[in-house]
């Protein structure tokens, strides 16, 4: 079974999900043999056209089609959609959905993970293309980066309660749909970056809720995007070594700026000609 026949957006039950993260730790052992460069078997589709494991996710009785947008996403090489692109058409799907009404279905948020795994974590066997498999290793993006599957909380949303909850910005698809939806707008160097890596990027936006402030966010945006870079970034924006990188933004941002300022009540203006004062972001104010 192809992700392709999956016709209405489904939500994994907690059998569903129980098979599913069997499946990850299997796959995820059988990958790490060969640092994640093959993969043994199709992600379990099945259980997404299984009515023991998953039904159609309904929202006050509205059922959601998985349009041709989004099957267009599924049926790309991983590597040739490297962008996380794929969140506009799922923001399209549950556009009058309201946000409350998705933040806490976890089955929905494993069962879109299930949906998307051959883009979230390609193997081998489903990179189709060479070429672009070594741009993006040149890149820095090695095997572990494109095909190691990582810890369950990357596919299977904590839930609330739970320990998993503080961690609910690490799952691939729900910590940038949210912010999509939620603000209207998502960093280049986010939206642009590969599909299969979730990294130190979204790392430091979300633990330091940056993810809540879209002016800082829009700074951010100016800084280190770079549409021309497979990654979706600017060389060295998140080494923290570097002057005036992602990292360091955020150490400014959380030590000093909030001792003289309330940073939640400025303009996209105030904050750049405070942060423009300081010779570290020099070089990044472009």
């Known amino acids: 079974m192809q992700a392709t026949d999956i016709n209405t957006i489904r939500e994994l039950n907690e059998d569903g999900i129980k098979k599913f993260s069997r499946y990850l730790n299997k796959e995820r052992v059988f990958r790490n043999k060969d640092n994640g460069y093959n993969s043994e078997t199709d992600p379990p589709y099945e259980l997404l056209d299984n009515d023991r494991y998953s039904n159609d996710f309904v929202v006050e009785q509205e059922t959601f089609v998985v349009t041709e947008a989004i099957k267009d996403f599924l049926t790309a090489d991983p590597l040739s959609q490297k962008k996380r692109h794929y969140i506009n058409p799922l923001i399209d799907i549950f556009r ?23 883009q979230l974590q390609p193997g ?17 993006l090695n095997y572990s ?7 369950d909380e990357h596919y299977i949303l904590g839930a609330k309660g739970s320990s998993g909850f ?3 910005y690490h799952h691939r698809i729900y910590s940038a749909f949210i912010m999509k939806k939620d603000l209207g707008y998502m960093p280049d160097f986010m939206l642009n970056s590969p599909a299969y890596v979730w990294g130190e990027v979204f790392e430091i936006i979300f633990g330091f809720n940056m993810n809540n402030n879209t002016e800082l966010l829009k700074i951010a945006d100016k800084f280190y995007s770079d549409k021309n870079t497979y990654t979706g970034r600017k060389e060295y924006s998140i080494r923290r070594e570097h002057a005036g990188s992602l990292p360091r933004f955020q150490i400014f941002l959380k030590n000093q700026l909030p001792l003289n300022y309330q940073v939640d009540k400025m303009t996209q203006d105030q904050l750049l000609e405070i942060i423009s004062d300081n010779p570290e972001f020099e070089s990044w104010i472009n």
């Open 166 to 168: 503080k961690t609910r």
């Open 96 to 118: 009058e959905t309201k946000i409350k009404d998705l933040q806490n279905q976890i089955g929905l948020w494993s069962g879109l993970s299930l949906l998307f795994f051959n």
């Open 124 to 140: 081998k066997n489903h990179i189709s293309n060479s070429d672009l498999y070594e741009k993006a290793t040149a890149s820095g």
């Open 145 to 151: 980066n494109i095909c190691t599957i990582s810890k």
